[in-house]
């Protein structure tokens, strides 16, 4: 598999997107399983650990799986709306929806997913712009490096970074408009 950071050969040639939202845990999820998934975490990551244990792998299921309503993750259905809009722009471009943490379906099982469907050439999309983010800097091209091993002859293309210049022109314009 190939990792391209960066555009090298355009949407004309890509089979799916996956646009890559942060995720939140459900409003209604009880905090003692956030706080033990994230002391969890914490913990693998002091310890250099890769491999996810399996404590830690149930909870991050049972929290990602979770039933969400637009009231208990009003971002998740945020995100959905913008995919939706997004879909309509790209015309034949195929989009899904792929969350970093806290919320199905996770990256891996985006990429998984459209792999299995037949895509060779992915692009992942990350909605976190800024730059400085463990998120978009650092875990999702971990994620994107393990999918590596496990799939051969797929390019996966991560449009990051975001181009700041028309970030920042996107915000003058919503200014503009907004005021």
Not at 95 to 107: G, K, Q, R, T
């Amino acid at each position: 598999m190939e990792i391209v950071e960066k555009k090298s050969s355009g949407l004309a040639t890509t089979d799916a997107i996956i646009l890559v939202g942060h995720g939140a845990p459900a409003s209604d999820t009880p905090n003692d399983l956030i706080t033990e998934l994230k002391r969890l975490q914490v913990q693998r990551h002091q310890q250099e650990m890769l491999k996810i244990m399996p404590r830690e792998a149930a909870l991050d299921k049972l929290i990602r799986e979770r039933a969400r309503t637009l009231e208990t993750d009003p971002y998740k259905f945020g995100l959905e709306r913008l995919a939706k809009k997004l879909t309509q722009k790209l015309g034949k471009q195929r989009l899904i929806v792929a969350y970093n943490e806290f919320c199905s379906p996770s990256v891996e099982e985006a990429i998984n997913r459209l792999v299995a469907d037949g895509a060779k050439h992915i692009v992942l999309m990350p909605t976190m712009f800024t730059p400085g983010g463990a998120h978009s800097e650092i875990e999702i091209p971990e994620i994107i490096e393990k999918m590596c091993e496990q799939h051969c002859g797929i390019t996966l293309e991560y449009a990051w970074p975001v181009d700041l210049d028309h970030l920042a022109n996107f915000i003058v314009g919503h200014l503009t408009n907004s005021l």
